[in-house]
């Protein structure tokens, strides 16, 4: 694999971003990441530094998360910057975001950047008073990097506050309080999710889940667009349980969830509000629901192989994000060590160009089916007309494309 090139040598471009692995998640289709070159780019960089850093980076923010939930939700008992655990967590989450703001302002100060499009209706909204396009770090770029700084200020804060959670008289922003711990812990619960999409069958699993969003969402407004329907009319006439609009949209999306009995069995019941409820819950439950599922069903055994190559997108992502954390002599040192400057062994005495990576063949790649047996002829030593290079006369039955004897020479 001639990939010298494609992987970028750090003395001429320090920038990672502009590497050939940048461009290609960046902007490139899925597909791209089929083709065995750019396969095995991906797996020389992550082998060489994206997999340990990026299990390093995660093992540190999957301790702020057992330690926060352990401390806070726990054991709220050892509350107070008393606490060691406590203490503990709020001191890692500190640092994690003044690490994540310090590499933002290195990357603004060097230029590596993203930009994000502002939509269409914002800009006519503001009257064209905002700008087009916001420039912004390239590890802010990263949803879960941009959502740990403020979660991890917060902890610091809340660290610091000193007030537990179920303890002691309650202050009366107590309420407040709760709810930033409570999202806190949605939050940094939510944000494992990074490292178990690495695994290909989770990540596969979660596009799956993106692709199909749309037809649940469209689904799902069906679904209110009927309940509001059957609540207005059930209000109108009413019934027993839906005196009030509110009420009656909670009491039929409550039987949505599981049908009440008392509902079709209650003296003050007629037939009408029965019918209502006995239709709304055929509609969505049987018909809505059952035609959904085989829809999902239908379009997901079509995207099997695109999840598979959309994950393959998110490692080259995920391997340019952490290249670009490297320091420039740790970078160029990796780069030396690949061994490019080395002419490839094609046999002994037969060294061919550099600049490449070499992997063993196995044995058994011959028996699949789709293999197609090396065509080149390669003849070692000095060409001199005294020793000029043998010629070999191929049979027609050696390759079915041809039509006569072909006769091959390599030089």
Request: with cysteine; charged share 20%.
């Amino acid at each position: 694999y001639y990939i010298k090139e494609l992987y970028g040598d750090p003395e001429e471009e320090p920038n990672v971003w502009k590497s050939a692995l940048a461009t290609l998640a960046l902007h490139a289709p899925a597909p791209v990441f089929e083709h065995p070159v750019v396969t095995k780019l991906l797996q020389s960089k992550w082998a060489a530094f994206g997999k340990a850093m990026f299990y390093g980076t995660q093992g540190f923010y999957l301790s702020i998360c057992v330690l926060y939930f352990y401390s806070f939700v726990a054991t709220p008992e050892k509350c107070g910057t008393n606490g060691i655990l406590r203490l503990l967590t709020g001191v890692l989450a500190t640092l994690g975001a003044a690490g994540q703001v310090i590499l933002a302002c290195r990357q603004g100060y060097l230029g590596l950047n993203g930009h994000v499009n502002f939509p269409g209706w914002i800009h006519r909204i503001s009257g064209d008073r905002l700008p087009t396009v916001l420039t912004i770090p390239r590890t802010l770029m990263n949803p879960w990097n941009a959502t740990r700084v403020p979660t991890y200020i917060c902890i610091g804060l809340v660290t610091l506050s000193g007030i537990c959670v179920n303890e002691g008289p309650e202050p009366e922003d107590s309420a407040t309080l709760d709810m930033i711990q409570s999202l806190i812990a949605l939050v940094i619960g939510v944000q494992v999710l990074e490292v178990l999409m690495m695994q290909p069958q989770v990540a596969s699993f979660m596009l799956v889940i993106q692709i199909l969003l749309p037809d649940v969402l469209r689904a799902l407004l069906l679904c209110i667009v009927i309940i509001l329907s059957f609540a207005g009319a059930l209000v109108i006439y009413k019934a027993e349980n839906f005196t009030d609009f509110g009420d009656a949209v909670g009491y039929l999306i409550s039987l949505e969830l599981e049908l009440d009995k008392a509902m079709l069995v209650g003296d003050n019941h007629t037939g009408y509000s029965v019918s209502l409820v006995t239709i709304l819950v055929i509609l969505i439950q049987i018909l809505i629901f059952n035609v959904l599922i085989a829809q999902l069903v239908n379009k997901a055994g079509g995207i099997n192989r695109r999840a598979h190559l959309m994950v393959s997108k998110k490692f080259a992502y995920t391997c340019v994000d952490m290249e670009s954390l490297l320091t420039e002599n740790f970078h160029v040192k990796l780069f030396k060590r690949m061994g490019f400057d080395q002419p490839l062994d094609f046999e002994n005495g037969d060294d061919g160009p550099s600049g490449g990576v070499q992997d063993l063949e196995p044995a058994s790649i011959r028996s699949d089916p789709k293999y197609v047996a090396d065509r080149i002829l390669r003849f070692t030593g000095e060409a001199s007309d005294k020793d000029p290079w043998p010629s070999k006369t191929i049979s027609p039955d050696e390759y079915e494309d041809d039509a006569g004897d072909v006769q091959s020479q390599a030089y």
